[in-house]
T-cell receptor, first 110, second 114 residues
Framework: RKEVEQDPGPFNVPEGATVAFNCTYS??????FFWYRQDCRKEPKLLMS???SGNEDGRFTAQLNRASQYISLLIRDSKLSDSATYLC???????????FGTGTSLTVIP | DTEVTQTPKHLVMGMTNKKSLKCEQH?????MYWYKQKAKKPPELMFV???????INESVPSRFSPECPNSSLLNLHLHALQPEDSALYLC?????????????FGEGSRLTVL
């Protein structure tokens, strides 16, 4: 079983739409959670850390559900510039181990 | 601007060549990583250095040889590579695991093996 499962998509949504991505993780000892954004042929960049209380940054909202072992990312009012691959990353905060989801491809259409 | 610097950005090499990828960070991070990424796949861990010592080797073929000269530098020495080794090689750094920080990636070195 993979450490992190993520729907690869692709998600094709119109501008202005709301889109949500989920990741599930298998290790209940996981402690830190992140969403990264990766543009084509570029490196992954941190979009948001995910906290138990949930956190919001403008149009982006991240949530963590420890009981069900999943994290989510909600993007409201999608922009063309949101088109990218979104990677969820989970770590148990031991052993310098970071586990990546497969990435979800998002294309926002005019 | 990335705080992890990788050189070269692009590299083309033949199967008999020897080359090196270099990575540098000045964030005081004590963990440094090499990842390999193929198109439409997530980064795949190769090596982890913690406090300048190799702590994880994900069964990487010996034609890839990592080196950590000091806490700021990480190299990946390449020798006798195969065409299937063509990929984006990403260096990353982080605080030591117990601090719970995120990974910081360099821009990557895009390698083509002919």
């Amino acid at each position: 079983r993979k450490e992190v499962e993520q729907d690869p998509g692709p998600f094709n949504v119109p501008e202005g739409a709301t889109v949500a991505f989920n990741c599930t993780y298998s290790n209940s000892a996981s402690q830190s959670f992140f969403w990264y954004r990766q543009d084509c042929r570029k490196e992954p960049k941190l979009l948001m850390s995910v906290y138990s209380s949930g956190n919001e940054d403008g149009r982006f909202t991240a949530q963590l559900n420890r009981a069900s072992q999943y994290i989510s990312l909600l993007i409201r009012d999608s922009k063309l510039s949101d088109s990218a691959t979104y990677l969820c990353v989970v770590t148990p905060n031991t052993g310098n181990q970071f586990y990546f989801g497969t990435g979800t491809s998002l294309t926002v259409i005019p | 601007d990335t705080e992890v610097t990788q050189t070269p950005k692009h590299l083309v090499m033949g199967m008999t060549n020897k080359k090196s990828l270099k990575c540098e960070q000045h964030m005081g991070h004590r963990a440094m990583y090499w990842y390999k990424q193929k198109a439409k796949k997530p980064p795949e861990l190769m090596f982890v250095y913690s406090y300048e010592k190799l702590s994880i080797n994900e069964s990487v073929p010996s034609r890839f040889s990592p080196e950590c000269p000091n806490s700021s530098l990480l190299n990946l020495h390449l020798h006798a590579l195969q065409p299937e080794d063509s990929a984006l090689y990403l260096c990353a750094s982080s605080q030591e695991a117990t601090h719970g920080g995120e990974l910081f990636f360099g821009e990557g070195s895009r390698l083509t093996v002919l």
